[in-house]
Structure formats: C-alpha cells, structure tokens
C-alpha cells in the first residue's frame, strides 16, 4: 500500500528536477539564516548560485555530529525561535545532546513521512497501533503518534517501560501493529511468556514496524516466528528528522525506500569523503532539501550501506537503502579485522535455539585485543550433560573464527542476566583502554 | 522403569547454589540426591526431589534455567563389588555412562544410584534381564 501515490512513484526524471529545486532552495536557506553554514561556505569559497545541478551536492561541505554537538542547543536553526513549535534531541550517551527544531510545517512533513512509512508496512485505519516507542525528547514516540493518526489508526501512546503493563495492554486492547525497537520486542516476548503469555497466539498483532538500532535478517525471522507477525524495518536519525526517513514495503521486505522528494541519500567512501556509485557500500549521507527549522547539509550519519536503484515490485520509484550492517562508529577493530556486532549476532543466531540476548565484551590483555561472547542459556539450548553444553561453546567460538578470521571465548550466562533494554540494546562493552 | 531428575544452569558464581537452595527451601522440596557437574565458567546442578513440577516451577519464577531429565535409579546391595557387577553388566552390551552419583537408602543396607547412559532404554532392559531392581522417582524418596 502506498499513502502518497503522487510522490513516492513519482518518475525518476521528474523527482531530480524537484529534488534540484529544493536542494537549492535549501542552500540558499541555510548561507542565509545560519552563520555556521555561511562561515563553512565562505571558507571554500562556495556560493549558493554555485549548485546549479544534482551533481553540484558534492561541491557542499559536509557536516559531521561534533558539528551539531558545538553549535548546542539552538545555533543551527534557521528560522527564529518564535516559529519553532517543538524541539526533540538525541540520547547523547556522551555529553550534551544534539538539538534539532521543527517549525508547525516540519511537523506535518514528519507526520507526513510516518504515515508513509506506516502505510508502507500494510498499516491503515482501522488498525490499533501499540506504540511502544519512547515519547518525549526522544523521536522516537511522538514520530510514530503523528504518522499513525495521520493515516487514522487508533494510537495506543504506551510509550516505553512498564512492560508488564505493556503485556496486559497488548492482550486486553487487541492492538493488531507494533512499533518499537526490535530488542524490546523481544523482551515484551519474553516477559508475556514468564507471564504465561503466548506472544505468537494471545495477542492479535499482524505487523510490526521496527528501527531505532541496528538489527539482522535472522532477528527479523526471529520476531516474525516469535508474534507470528510480519516485521519491518524502518530508519531515520534525530539529526535529519527523526524516523520516517526510508522504509522497507510489506511487498518487498528488501531495503527501505529513501523518502527522496524530502531527503538527497549518497554514500560516500568514509575515508576519503568521494561519493560512491549506487551498489557500493559506504558512509550514508543525507541532505535534507525540505525542513525549516533544522535543515542538514550532506549530514554525516555513521551508518553504512549501499543504495539500491532496481525498481521496486511495490512501485515506489525512491532508491533503496539496505538494512544498516554497522555503523563507522561502532565497528570494532579487533586485532586489525573489522568487526560489526550485527555480524556477530548473525552469526549467533544462525545456532539453532539461541535467543538474541548476548553481549559483547572486548578488552586488551597483555596487549592482544579479546573478544569474549557472552550468551544466555534458555531451555532450548540448556543439557543436563556438561559435554553439550562445552559443544555449544565451541560452536559459537568456532563459527566466529570462521566468519571474520578472530579468536574469541564464549561463555555462558544464566538468563536475564543481560541487561534488557527499554530502549536500545547495549550490545558492546569495550573495556580496552588504549 | 526411569526416574526423573532436575538439572540447573548455574553459572559459576558465588550464591547462585544457596539461591536455587533458599527457592527450593522456601517451596519446602525436599532433595533427596544430587551432583554437580563444574566448568570453569559453569555448572550443572542435578538433583532428585520429592516434589519435581513445584520444583520447576519455582526455580523458572526465580529465572533459572532448569531441565527435566529421564535417569535410571538402581538399587545395589551397599557391599564391595556391588556397582562393578552392574557395570560389567552395561558394558558387555556396550552401553556407556554418561554421568552417574550414588546415595545410601535410609531403610535399608542397599545404595541407589543414579544414572544417565546414552541409551537409557537399552541400559533399562539389560538391567532388568539380569533382575536388577529399577527404581521409580517416587521409589526413590520412600526407600
């Protein structure tokens, strides 16, 4: 289903005309409200006139996280504070959070974009969405409030936490989607069944719309299985608008559909900044070419992927971008090898089984990088004979060596003893103090 | 005839046996045999009880990993030569032991002894040709 037949299958030819008329008419917005992008232009020696083509993007500077972390709270908005109707920031685990602004306009482009998004996924009115993103300075909530009352489904404002509660709402209400993060579905299943609940039977959810961190394929099988429902991915970033930024179709469940006639994605080499063609993989980018208040220029956002240009059997025209498989900032060098942990939880999950709920605790011994996994043992894969168990063991440390070339020790945990989350998982703890 | 036994998950950790002692304690099952299996990061915990589905029930409400596992209890005299005699027994049909422990019966002058063979079945019937005496789980608690 697509909620905007008009735009999102809109002719390749048509959509890079548009795109060039509002790229420019964002740079233009930008030299002229705010001096951060001025100081940055004028030090190339770059005028907006200057972009007169789609090619013109890489003449802009690019604009990296520091960026908008040094320019805190308000000094990237481009319009005055008096038409800002809400502010949202980022988590910002380390030191201040980024700050981004929407103007009343913003607003209804971003309910806009989650009722895309939403649609995309088969949701419609009629539907009961449990939305069991966090609410509040997070995008995450209030996001996907907006789309699904766009679209006229009936909201259920959970928000996150108090998931017993949560169980009983999902029960009791009959929601038939799901919006949350993929880790704290599977907590929510996790505490129905200890509460004698069947996820894949009591509940009636057929859909679930899942982003906000980075999940694998065998995940997606795993939720799926898990609610007997069908579980899509979905994308976006404080800093470019919040989620509602590309999304996977029902019809397809392969790559997300960038929403274009609102956001220019290129992917670029992270090493060198030169952009790459479509198919390659590389650091995404984003320029936005529509938003007021907070407008980024060629933003960078740590997350690699490629773009995928194959027409979709849905029929939107906007590229794809395939699920995020790390990000530059969360790849682990270990030994040298480049490690993502969405590849470690791949690999785990390929062990018949075993439940996502693992950590990954790096460290530096006698200057040697070390890497030890350490997995929950549910009943599935719980034997009263100590020698399966040491199989099991094996396996794992045997399957991680044979995927990226590293030794590792896997250990086994009692359940529950990894922290869950309400929010996003925290997968990594790299205790290496170098 | 098999005889079901309790195995926990344990991670190796100081406290973790007294809490599976103090839940099962506080459920009033009593233990009647056990051992434990150690790694180096973790152990096996298998144990005989009187009451096995409060058992497990209690030990999932306090999130431990917990397995029902099919055994074989025999009944031996408590003399020497008493375990040799059934293990020739076994091996002559090739049937190998996977883990085993033994406790002394409270009424009698027999030991009992826990086993788990990899073909429990097979274990059972060379044991009963021979007319040893294989105890049920309830066998086991009353003798």
């Known amino acids: ?434 | 005839m098999k005889a079901e036994q309790i195995s926990v998950f344990l991670e190796n950790k100081s406290g973790r046996l007294a809490e599976v002692m103090r839940a099962l304690g506080a459920a009033q099952v009593n233990i009647r045999a056990l051992s434990i299996a150690d790694t180096s990061d973790f152990g096996i915990l298998r144990i005989i009880v009187n009451d096995k589905d409060k058992a497990l029930a209690v030990l999932r409400d306090n999130n431990f990993t917990v397995s029902k596992t099919e055994v074989i209890a025999v009944e031996v005299p408590d003399t020497p030569g008493g375990l040799s005699k059934i293990l020739d027994l076994l091996d002559a049909q090739k049937v190998n032991v996977e883990y085993m422990y033994a406790f002394i019966e409270r009424h009698s002058e027999n030991a009992v002894i826990i086993f788990r063979f990899d073909e429990n079945d097979k274990a059972i019937e060379v044991l009963q040709n021979a007319g040893i005496t294989i105890l049920s789980s309830q066998e086991i608690y009353t003798r």
């Open chain 1, 1 to 434: 289903m697509i909620w905007n037949q008009e735009f999102e299958t809109l002719p390749r030819e048509a959509l890079a005309s548009l795109q060039l008329k509002r790229l420019q008419a964002t740079v233009d917005r930008v030299y002229a409200t705010v001096p951060f992008y001025k100081k940055k232009f004028d030090e190339i020696g770059l005028k907006p006139s200057h972009i007169t083509s789609l090619k013109d993007l890489r003449l802009l500077p690019f604009t990296v996280k520091t960026d908008l972390r040094d320019n805190y709270p308000f000094g990237l908005f481009s319009v005055p504070m008096s038409n800002v109707v809400r502010v949202h920031a980022s988590s910002g685990t380390t030191g201040k959070p980024i700050v981004v602004g929407y103007t009343r306009r913003d607003i209804e482009t971003w309910g806009e974009l989650m009722a895309r998004t939403l649609t995309a996924a088969g949701i419609h009115q009629g539907d009961i969405v449990h939305n069991a993103y966090g609410y509040g300075l997070f995008t995450g909530g209030l996001g996907a409030h907006y789309g699904a009352e766009r679209i006229g489904a009936s909201v259920v404002p959970i928000s996150g936490g108090n998931t017993k509660r949560q169980i009983m709402i999902l029960k009791d209400f009959g929601p038939t989607a799901i919006t949350c993060t993929p880790s704290y579905a599977l907590h929510l299943a996790d505490v129905a069944r200890d509460m004698g609940i069947d996820p894949a039977r009591d509940f009636k959810l057929r859909v679930g719309c899942f982003g906000a961190e980075a999940w694998s394929e065998n995940m997606r099988q795993q939720i799926e299985k898990t609610f007997n429902i069908d579980a899509i991915d979905i994308f976006g970033l404080t800093e470019v608008i919040g989620p509602g930024v590309s999304s996977e179709c029902l019809e397809a469940k392969s790559g997300l559909h960038v929403f274009e006639d609102h956001f220019i994605p290129e992917i670029i080499d992270p090493d060198t900044g030169d952009p790459l063609p479509y198919g390659e993989k590389g650091e995404l980018v984003f320029t936005s070419i529509t938003k007021e208040a907070f407008p980024v220029i060629r933003y960078r956002t740590r997350d690699l992927t490629r773009l995928n240009a194959q027409q979709c059997v849905c029929g939107r025209t906007f590229v794809r971008m395939e699920r995020i498989t790390g990000r530059t900032d969360d790849m682990l060098i270990i030994r040298g090898v480049n490690v993502f942990p969405s590849q470690i939880e791949s690999a785990l999950l390929q062990i018949e089984g075993l439940e996502p709920h693992y950590q990954i605790i790096v460290d530096r011994k006698n200057n040697l990088d070390t890497i030890e996994l350490q997995v929950e043992v549910n009943e599935k894969i719980f034997s009263d004979e100590v020698k399966k168990l040491e199989v099991l063991e094996k396996r794992v440390v045997r399957d991680i060596k044979e995927t990226f070339g590293v030794s590792c020790t896997c250990k086994l945990v009692e359940p529950k003893t990894i922290a869950r989350s309400e929010g996003k998982a925290q997968r990594v703890i790299d205790k290496r103090k170098i």
